[in-house]
């Protein structure tokens, strides 16, 4: 049985730091790509950044490039996002998911092609 479990979550001040951390269990031993979504109140979910497990591959979204980073512990099986500099816009429910294939690399932050996801946790940044 395949568990994505989200912790890290909180509130911050503008400008602060969160990391969130992704335990997985039971997933297929060639899954492809990680990410991390998020999602707010009247917003679409969107990914956030993901990373390629075979090659070590990392992508984000434009809004967080140079502030977000994400990480993949192979040995203990868990995904990282280390944000700092952390702004009121970035307040939503921070999803952890799974996709098996390597056709997430055709776009990794489509969403319907993940099979797996966590539960989420949320953030929230305070201006």
């Known amino acids: 049985q395949v568990q994505l479990m989200e912790s890290g979550g909180g509130s911050v001040q503008a400008g602060g730091s969160l990391r969130l951390s992704c335990a997985a269990s039971g997933l297929p031993h060639s899954t492809a790509c990680m990410a991390w979504f998020r999602q707010s109140p009247g917003k679409e979910r969107e990914g956030v950044a993901g990373?390629?497990?075979?090659?070590?591959?990392?992508y984000y979204h434009h809004s967080v490039k140079g502030r977000f980073t994400i990480s993949h512990d192979a040995a203990t099986n868990t995904l990282f996002l280390q944000m700092n500099g952390l702004e009121p816009e970035d307040t939503a429910i921070y999803y952890c998911a799974a996709y098996v294939s390597s056709r997430c690399l055709v776009s990794w932050s489509a969403g319907p092609g993940y099979s797996y996801w966590g539960q989420g946790t949320q953030v929230t940044v305070a201006s």
């Open positions: 990373v390629y497990n075979r090659g070590g591959s990392t």
